[in-house]
T-cell receptor
Framework: DAKTTQPPSMDCAEGRAANLPCNHS???????VYWYRQIHSQGPQYIIH???NNETNEMASLIITEDRKSSTLILPHATLRDTAVYYC?????????????FGSGTKLNVKP | DTAVSQTPKYLVTQMGNDKSIKCEQN?????MYWYKQDSKKFLKIMFS???????INETVPNRFSPKSPDKAHLNLHINSLELGDSAVYFC?????????????FGPGTRLTVT
């Protein structure tokens, strides 16, 4: 079962920052927050993950609140190619092996 | 130089048939997965193998039988196909199973059962 809540859709103007929120109020202390995206019907693509500190890579930034109950994925300069479904995932440990529970995601529409 | 590859990309078959989907990763990863994405776009894990050993089986009907001949391959065999098996099946791999390692997904196999 998905442990995250995301808005079903968001719009963003091309060139502007896209801020995608995610609620994970039941997250445990050792669970990571992952973000993936799926462009059209391609395989999901890894974006970023974090535990409690903010993280940044070449694709995006991840801001996690101090209580870890929510996070925000930031695409600093959205392009049309960033139009996709974005999944916020909490990685669950099951007998030392991790499982990903994908929710319904946020459809990000980047508009010219 | 594809990281995770699947064959075939499309598979159309009739109810009752048996079919297989193949997956290969060239990343040197220890862990591989099968996911199913249904028509409502929900992505659900089906199986996970670590070093050729089954570690996760998410209440999948026993008509589905994964086989891992080596840690670079995880094939999915489906017996007695049903209409409800129509979906996109994704293979994925990660460096290890128990740590904070991201999963890399293949391009998917769209299975249509008529």
């Amino acid at each position: 079962d998905a442990k995250t809540t995301q808005p079903p859709s968001m719009d963003c103007a091309e060139g502007r920052a896209a801020n995608l929120p995610c609620n994970h109020s039941t997250i445990s202390g050792n669970e990571y927050v992952y973000w993936y995206r799926q462009i059209h019907s391609q395989g999901p693509q890894y974006i970023i993950h974090g535990l409690k500190n903010n993280e940044t890579n070449e694709m995006a930034s991840l801001i996690i609140t101090e209580d870890r109950k929510s996070s925000t994925l930031i695409l600093p300069h959205a392009t049309l190619r960033d139009t996709a479904v974005y999944y916020c995932i909490v990685r669950a440990f099951i007998y030392n092996f991790n499982k990903f529970y994908f929710g319904s995601g946020t459809k990000l529409n980047v508009k010219p | 130089d594809t990281a995770v590859s699947q064959t075939p990309k499309y598979l159309v078959t009739q109810m009752g048939n048996d079919k297989s989907i193949k997956c290969e990763q060239n990343l040197g990863h220890d862990t591989m997965y099968w996911y199913k994405q249904d028509s409502k776009k929900f992505l659900k894990i089906m199986f996970s193998y670590n070093n050729k050993e089954l570690i996760i089986n998410e209440t999948v009907p026993n008509r589905f039988s994964p086989k891992s001949p080596d840690k670079a391959h995880l094939n999915l065999h489906i017996n007695s196909l049903e209409l409800g098996d129509s979906a996109v099946y994704f293979c994925a791999s990660s460096l290890q199973a128990g740590a904070a390692y991201e999963q890399y997904f293949g391009p998917g196999t769209r299975l249509t059962v008529t």
